[in-house]
């Protein structure tokens, strides 16, 4: 069953991260927080918000225009 648990990082902050059923990392928190409970209370918010999320088709601002601009670099160097 999947769940949202919390850990230490590398610089001893808080993150949250969403486990699959299979205990494979499916996201993780773009932020870290100065506490365990600061860490779940930010999972829970994610799981509210995230039930009534849609789903976007259109890329994120910026990803086209990076993504044009990494494939036309790799295009001239062949």
Known sequence: ???FDAYE????KWRWRLLGGD???V???GESYGSH???LR???DVRG????AQISSVP????????SAIIDRELARS
């Not at 990082?9 to 001893?12: H, S």
């Not at 918000?49 to 009534?52: I, V």
């Open 37 to 39: 409970w600061r860490a």
């Open 9 to 12: 990082d590398l610089v001893g």
């Open 60 to 67: 994120a601002a910026g990803v086209h225009d990076a993504l």
């Open 42 to 44: 930010a999972a829970e």
């Open 27 to 29: 996201a993780t928190s």
């Open 1 to 3: 069953m999947p769940q």
């Open 49 to 52: 918000a995230a039930a009534g």
């Open 23 to 25: 205990g494979r990392t």
